[in-house]
């Protein structure tokens, strides 16, 4: 059974930093791109930020230069350093990736974490 599971959400002031961290565990062959994204109350899920298995990275125009995410292959954890946060920053994070799972080589499938809550305050 693979999860995925992100920490390190909670309330900042304007301006400050947090960083998210996101766990990928059970059996796993192999892990192609991570990501997050972001759902605020009242709106639809939004993608933040995507890095390749050769750690490439796109973000949205939203969090560029604020936001960079990275990701350590020997952990199976992928982070996403916030920085400059905003209050429309407000959001749960939920990080993804895809995943092979079990011991071999097979399909990829898509897996979610359940979300960590980023509360800014102005």
């Known amino acids: 059974q693979v999860q995925l599971v992100e920490s390190g959400g909670g309330l900042v002031q304007a301006g400050g930093s947090l960083r998210l961290s996101c766990v990928a565990s059970g059996s796993i062959f192999s892990i192609n791109a991570m990501g997050w994204y972001r759902q605020a109350p009242g709106k639809q899920r939004e993608w933040v930020a995507t890095i390749t298995s050769n750690n490439s990275t796109n973000y949205a125009n939203s969090v560029k230069g604020r936001f960079t995410i990275s990701r350590d292959n020997a952990k199976n954890t992928v982070y996403l350093q916030m920085n400059s946060l905003k209050p429309e920053d407000t959001a749960v994070y939920y990080c993804?990736?895809?995943?092979?799972?079990?011991?071999?080589?097979?399909?990829?499938?898509?897996?979610w974490g359940q979300g960590t809550q980023v509360t800014v305050s102005s």
């Open positions: 993804n990736g895809d995943l092979t799972p079990g011991g071999r080589p097979g399909p990829t499938y898509r897996y």
